[in-house]
């Protein structure tokens, strides 16, 4: 959801002021991906090869080519559940970087269309695709059974980036500033949101049809949260503290590295996770 927001209000914004070019906005993204993304991959390799066993290093190059052409999510639907696989494969986590990605890829030549062609039609355009895209999700998840492909694939998940680019054009629209006064009804809405996304914390285990409708919780109240602007008590004080900021400075990295070190340590102690683990992740990162 942030991600949809953010990028649509940076594709936006160059729009209307005749700045944007596909090829710097490109560029831009490999900038600020590819160094950690492929000094991660590097060392979890000379890892792998020093504790792993020859079939599992095979394995990881497999995996290591979906990685490095963000296609994990495209391999992964067929054959890896994400919950039963988890300790098995290293890079099992890039599978959403690769949607990510693949919407990077697409969504700025739509929108460049759009701005081109017909501005208006961009907003109900976002509205269709994410209402049929949740839909696919459900039929993935309920009719067909199929838990791991609405997991993994793109467009049963494009809905939960649409929702954040379809605030982003909203508030282009109506001029909205991130710093207006804040209302008893921000408030009441960013406290809501913070409640959603705890529940769907709380709720959530490995055996939930996710997905499904239950992935509604987290990126409505994410959401919530961004439509409520900066100034209210959640987001200035709870979320945006120096500490939380600072996590949030590191986040990409974090998300990164927590899982080739978890596979790691699962290999050398399957039984022990603690918080040597976590102090690794934050250290690296």
Known sequence: VISGYLITSIIISEL????????????RRIRRIFPS?????????????????EYVKFEFLKNLAKAATFTSNIGYSQTQDYFEGQGQNALLHLWSLAIEEQFYLVWPIICLFF???NKNLAIYFSYLTAVVSFLANLLFVFYFESKSIAFYNTFSRVWELMIGAILAQHFHKKRYSEKCTPTWSNQLIAVL?????????????????????????????????????????????????????????????LYLWHYPLLFLMRTISPRRTNFALLLITFLLS
């Open 37 to 53: 993304l492929v000094s991660m991959l590097a060392i979890s390799t000379v890892f792998v090869w020093i504790i792993s066993s």
């Open 115 to 117: 701005h081109k062609f």
């Open 16 to 27: 209307e002021n005749n700045e944007f070019l596909l090829r710097k906005f490109w560029e």
């Open 193 to 253: 949101g913070l409640l959603l996304i705890g529940v769907s914390l709380a709720i959530t285990t490995e055996t939930s049809a996710f997905p499904g409708h239950i992935a509604l919780l987290p990126t409505l109240g994410t959401a919530a949260i961004v439509f409520a602007g900066s100034e209210n008590f959640v987001n200035r004080w709870l979320l945006g503290n120096r500490l939380m900021i600072w996590i949030g400075g590191i986040s990409y990295a």
